[in-house]
């Protein structure tokens, strides 16, 4: 079991920008697939990104062009930058390990485990 841990979380303004990471434990950290997840009050938790042991990236919709996903494998460490925040990126974000890379699709939340505890995004208008 993977033990992770996210933090950067904060409050900004709206078209600010804030960078997450999420700190992996163990070994084997560059053989897993990864993805950031959030859950706003009242909302399902939904997946925003994604991204593959070769550091290919999948995103949602609606954070594509605005959230990068990246990671540092000598670190252990999985980053979201997040540029041009609006009001509805309020939430809490996760970071989880996908139980198998080959596992599809990316966005489904039960291909997951390992999550971490998460940390609180807020962003005003």
């Known amino acids: 079991q993977v033990q992770l841990v996210e933090s950067g979380g904060g409050s900004v303004e709206t078209g600010g920008s804030l960078r997450l990471s999420c700190a992996a434990s163990?070994?084997?950290?560059?053989?897993?697939?990864m993805g950031w997840f959030r859950q706003a009050p009242g909302k399902e938790r939904e997946a925003i990104t994604y991204?593959?042991?070769?550091?290919?990236?999948n995103y949602a919709d609606d954070v594509k062009g605005r959230f990068a996903i990246s990671r540092d494998n000598a670190k252990n460490v999985l980053y979201l930058q997040m540029n041009s925040l609006r009001p509805e990126d309020t939430a809490m974000y996760y970071c989880?390990?996908?139980?198998?890379?080959?596992?599809?699709?990316?966005?489904?939340?039960?291909?997951?485990?390992?999550w971490g505890q998460g940390t609180q995004v807020t962003v005003s208008s």
């Open positions: 991204i593959d042991t070769n550091g290919s990236p």
């Open positions: 989880a390990k996908k139980k198998f890379c080959f596992l599809v699709p990316w966005t489904t939340l039960s291909n997951y485990a390992d």
């Open positions: 163990g070994s084997g950290f560059s053989r897993f697939c």
